[in-house]
C-alpha cells in the first residue's frame, strides 16, 4: 500500500487530454513540492515534472502538472502513442522523513 | 552529460549482505544529494534512502531502515548502498538517483539500475 494513491490505469486516445491523479496528505503532498516521472518498461524513470508543475529541460509542453491541497495531477494533452508508459508521482513526507512514491499508473494510449 | 553507473548486484543468500557502488560522472558531485530508489519485479518503485551533498544527513525507508547504510566519497564521486541482513523481499533492480538539489528536492538523473536477488 502506498503512502500516495494513483490509479492503477488510465488510457486515452491519440489527440486526447488525459489525467492522472496522485493523492496524499498534509505531511506530503500538502506540505511538499511533487515530482513525476515516466517509465518505459526495462528502463531507468524519467524525470516529468518537478516542483509541482516545472517541466525539464527537453520534456514537450505537453506535459504538465498541477497541486491543490493534499492532491496533485499530471495532465497529458495531445496525446501519442509514445507517451504509454508507466507515470509516479512522488513527494516528501515529513512524518515518516523520507520520500514517497505512489503506487504507478499505466497509461495505455488506445 | 550525466552518468550514474551502479555496480554490485548479484544473487545473495538470505541473510547475507552485498554493497552496490555507484559511480557518477557529469556534473560537480560534491554539490548533490543523492538517492537509492529500487524496484521489485512487476512492481512500483520504493525510494530507499537519501544523503545530503556533504554527507552530514541521511535518511531511510522504514523497510531498510537498520538493515541498509548509505554513504558517499565525494573525492570518488561514488555513492554506495551496504546492504545487511538481506531478505528475499529485498530481491530488486537497485537505481541510484541524483537530487535536483542538495538537500532532497527529489531524484532526476537515475543510473541504469542493477539487479540484487536474493535466495536460496
Known amino acids: 500500500q502506498s503512502v500516495l494513491t494513483q490509479p492503477p490505469s488510465a488510457s486515452g486516445t491519440p489527440g486526447q487530454r488525459v489525467t492522472i491523479s496522485c493523492s496524499g496528505s498534509?505531511?506530503?503532498?500538502?506540505?511538499?513540492?511533487v515530482n513525476w516521472y515516466q517509465q518505459f518498461p526495462g528502463t531507468a524513470p524519467k524525470l516529468l515534472i518537478y516542483n509541482n508543475n516545472q517541466r525539464p529541460s527537453g520534456v514537450p509542453d505537453r506535459f504538465s502538472g498541477s497541486k491543490s491541497g493534499t492532491s496533485a495531477s499530471l495532465a497529458i494533452s495531445g496525446l501519442q502513442s509514445e507517451d504509454e508508459s508507466d507515470y509516479y508521482c512522488?513527494?516528501?513526507?515529513?512524518?515518516?522523513?523520507?520520500?514517497?512514491f505512489g503506487g504507478g499508473t499505466k497509461l495505455t494510449v488506445l | 552529460q550525466v552518468v550514474l553507473v551502479e555496480s554490485g548486484g548479484g544473487v545473495v543468500q538470505p541473510g547475507g549482505s552485498l554493497r552496490l557502488s555507484c559511480a557518477a560522472s557529469?556534473?560537480?558531485?560534491?554539490?548533490?544529494?543523492l538517492h537509492w530508489v529500487r524496484q521489485a519485479p512487476g512492481k512500483g518503485l520504493e525510494w530507499l534512502a537519501f544523503v545530503r551533498h556533504d554527507a552530514d544527513n541521511k535518511y531511510y525507508g522504514d523497510s531498510v531502515k537498520g538493515r541498509f547504510t548509505i554513504s558517499r566519497d565525494n573525492s570518488k564521486s561514488t555513492l554506495y548502498l551496504q546492504m545487511d541482513s538481506l531478505r528475499v523481499e529485498d530481491t530488486a533492480v537497485y537505481y541510484c538517483?541524483?537530487?535536483?538539489?542538495?538537500?532532497?528536492?527529489?531524484?532526476?538523473?537515475w543510473g541504469q539500475g542493477t539487479l540484487v536477488t536474493v535466495s536460496s
Open positions: 498534509s505531511s506530503n503532498i500538502g506540505g511538499h513540492t
Open positions: 538517483a541524483k537530487d535536483l538539489g542538495h538537500s532532497g528536492n527529489g531524484p532526476d538523473f
Open positions: 557529469g556534473f560537480t558531485f560534491s554539490n548533490y544529494g
Open positions: 512522488a513527494a516528501w513526507d515529513g512524518s515518516l522523513s523520507g520520500r514517497v
